[in-house]
């Protein structure tokens, strides 16, 4: 199956990825920008097991080259194989692929590299910085968390946006985006001291462009001190 894949495939194969085939039942256009495609996994869930925040590498086609592209498991079900996708849409290879899949479709898929670890002291307060790329993995934070308060920073707008935050608990701020990414870095640096202050044991969860995850990401861990293990911070996309 990593035939033709190129360096990156064989990498993955000596890292004991595992392949896997999913299958496309059917795909729904949840906003103009944003789509969500259901699968069953070829077996996937049973084998790897799921966990918050879990991603899979998809191999999309690019003009007949591997094109490996992270995606978030939304609502997996290792019981009956069943999963979706969730596709913020713009321009690109996996983008096009969501856009035109229909039932039947198929893609192939490596698991490595996805992993969670529950902070531990429980959070008094959960400080996150996502976009329409990470609101898969936000929910699903969101949801791992429990009963924790929640600051989300969210870059764009979620209007139509399947956001599970609760507002009982969770406080969404969105934050449009101007400027590559300066305008979060901004709002972020002006509003997250307080909330760090407010709690013994925060903790901070940053998935946005590689740049403005770096930067966030610096701050809190430099700037502000906060412990590594108490940061998590993943570039979820390269701006062009
Ligand atoms: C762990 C992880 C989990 C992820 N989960 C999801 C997910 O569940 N849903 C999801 O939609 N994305 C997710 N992403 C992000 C996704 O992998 C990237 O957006 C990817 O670049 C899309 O590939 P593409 O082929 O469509 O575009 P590319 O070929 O990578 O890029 C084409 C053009 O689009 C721009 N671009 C790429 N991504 C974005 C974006 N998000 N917003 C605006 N412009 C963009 C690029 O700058 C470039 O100009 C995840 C990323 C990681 C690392």
Known sequence: MGQGRGWEGAVLKLMRAKDFEFTVTGGEDVTA????????DGGMLATTGVH??????LWFDNAGRPHQRAYTLVDPDPQTGAFALEFA???????????????????????QGTGFEHPDPAPSHVCVVG???SLPAVNSL?????????????EGSLDGLPCLADPARHEVREVPRRDGGAALVERVRAE?????ASGPDPY???????ATTRALGAFVRKELGVPKQRVHAL?????S
């Open 235 to 239: 570039g979820y996309w390269r701006a």
């Open 89 to 111: 849409l713009h321009e690109g290879c996996a983008s096009d692929w969501a856009r035109a899949a229909k039932p039947g479709d198929t893609i192939e898929a490596t698991v």
């Open 192 to 196: 997250l001291p307080e909330l760090l």
């Open 142 to 154: 969101l949801g791992a968390l429990g009963d924790a308060p929640a600051t989300v920073w969210f």
């Open 52 to 57: 918050p925040t879990m991603w899979v590498r």
């Open 204 to 210: 901070v969860w940053i998935a946005c462009d590689t």
């Open 131 to 133: 976009d329409p790329a």
């Open 33 to 40: 920008d944003y789509r969500r495609l259901t699968f069953t």
